[in-house]
């Protein structure tokens, strides 16, 4: 008995520490943008029905078992079956699972540090070509060579592209990560 409470305790601390920009993070992760209000209800509630939830936001139902099946999936809730002893109709009530969010935001981020990462690489190794026609791309030096230094899109010149700026946002972007994960 006293293990189980001290876990509850453990799982609440955790979750007030679950700030909205992490679970904005959690719903853009899933796809899904009414997730977000739907973990910020799971997360003050011990455990609760859909139809709760359905009631709780302007969430149709439908949406609501749809979301919850995909956090379900990611082992991010857990589900308890009963019968309704009137209707004789299935009652499923859910239950976030605070340690879970945690390493699946971990493991998110991970994720996200790994495709910076990627980019970063390719922002330093490469060179730069661009028309500077808001909407056309920049190219490296080896395709803009191939185009003869003409934009494919709108035919103008492709002149050098610094990017400075991106290599230095993406380099903050990777650092705090790294802070975040700790490495
Ligand atoms: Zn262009």
Known sequence: MENTVHHLD???????????????RVATALGEEDAVKLIGILKN????????????TSIRLNSVRKILYRLYDHSLVSLRRTRDPKTGWFIFHWKLQPDQ???????????????????????KNHD?????TPGCKRVPFEEAVELVFRCST????????????ILQALTKKVETLRKELGE
């Open 10 to 24: 453990k799982s609440v601390a955790m979750l007030s520490n679950l700030d909205d920009a992490t679970l904005l």
């Open 45 to 56: 509630a011990e455990e609760i029905t859909d139809d709760e939830i359905a009631n709780k």
């Open 101 to 123: 969010l945690e390493g699946f935001i971990v493991s998110q981020k991970r994720r996200v540090l790994e495709k910076l990462n990627t980019r970063l690489e390719f922002e």
């Open 128 to 132: 730069f070509f661009y028309c500077y």
């Open 154 to 165: 709108c035919s103008k010149p492709l002149m050098h592209y610094d990017n400075d700026k």
